[in-house]
């Protein structure tokens, strides 16, 4: 299983290649931008149809910044929202065939240095800046290098967590699919150009690995990121 | 001979990291049998605490997925290589 196929390279500082990701993350925009507009056309009082969705949505993601943030914090709700669409949607992308958004641990890195700043600048406008350095040694100077460390542990687990999974369910796909094309050598023989075994078997496990693990890992990284933002504030 | 060397030691390194996978496992199955005793004392709060669960699932596989991906890498992309 290799890395993301480089599409072209822009010939400016050396060459600066753009990946499989960066193309596939364009489209998922695009998608997003043509549901957007697509769940918010013909808006009225009374919601009927497609906007019940859009509405369960929201309603959803407000309900959720309340919880854990609380009242104050409200002004989160859209930045978790798109969080948790981009990454549901770009896990669900390996459904239709497409290398998942997600499974480059380039984005969800950038995703989680977002959080890392947001969570680093919550701290400073709660403690001010000399608090803020003077939190890290809390309670006793000695601890001043393990509070470093725990704060940088925070981006790594987050995106790795989230990047490991993705990855490695298209990992366990991929593998899936030659055992079922070897094994449809060895049942036909060699009488079968066409990897028949191939057929429907992985359907059964991508329920698991696209369908849920999508869904539950764009959860998680969205209220992580809202506990943590919530927990530097106070 | 180096070459063959560092690809074997990578491999039995890949095996070893994936003895992690005992953590989660054993923690999770702890988690499902506290989840299922307090579902039995209290059916009604059935769905939050299988919604509870399921999120405390997914944050402690962290380290087992952590260790996949050591293995992993070892397997398909070995930086060792490259340092010969």
Request: aromatic residues 10%.
């Amino acid at each position: 299983m290799d890395g993301p196929k480089i599409m072209f390279t822009i010939p400016l500082f050396g060459g600066i290649a753009v990946t499989e990701t960066v193309t596939n993350s364009w489209l998922l925009i695009v998608v997003v931008f043509i549901l957007c507009k697509f769940l918010t056309s013909n808006l009225q009082k009374i919601p009927k149809g497609k906007q019940v969705l859009a509405e369960k949505y929201v309603t959803m993601i407000t309900g959720l910044v309340k919880e854990t943030m609380g009242e104050k914090k409200l002004h989160y709700a859209p930045y978790i929202g798109t969080l948790m669409i981009f990454s549901a949607l770009g896990s669900l992308m390996s459904l239709t065939g497409l290398r998942p958004v997600t499974g480059d641990l380039n984005t969800t890195v950038a995703w989680a240095v977002v959080t890392f700043v947001l969570i680093q600048m919550t701290k400073i406008k709660a403690n001010g800046f000399l608090g803020y350095l003077k939190s890290f040694a809390d309670p006793f100077p000695v601890m001043l290098p393990i509070n470093i460390v725990s704060e940088l542990a925070t981006p790594v687990s987050l995106s790795f967590r989230h990047f490991g999974n993705i990855a490695a369910g298209t990992v366990i796909t991929s593998l899936l699919y030659t055992a079922l094309a070897a094994l449809t050598n060895i049942v036909f023989r060699g009488f079968m150009p066409v990897p028949i075994f191939q057929l429907g078997i992985p359907a059964v496990l991508s329920i698991y690995f696209d369908l849920f693990t999508g869904f539950m890992q764009a959860f998680i990284f969205s209220m992580l990121t809202m506990a943590f933002i919530s927990n530097a504030a106070e | 001979m180096e070459r063959a060397i560092i690809l074997a030691a990578s491999a039995v390194g890949a095996g070893l990291a994936m003895i992690a996978g005992l953590g989660p496992g054993i923690g999770e199955g702890f988690t499902a049998g506290k989840a299922c005793e307090a579902i039995g004392r209290q059916p009604e709060a059935q769905s939050v605490v299988t919604r509870t669960m399921i999120v405390g699932c997914a944050i402690a596989e962290s380290t087992g997925i952590y260790s996949l991906v050591i293995a992993l890498i070892l397997i398909f992309m070995n930086p060792l290589l490259g340092m010969l």
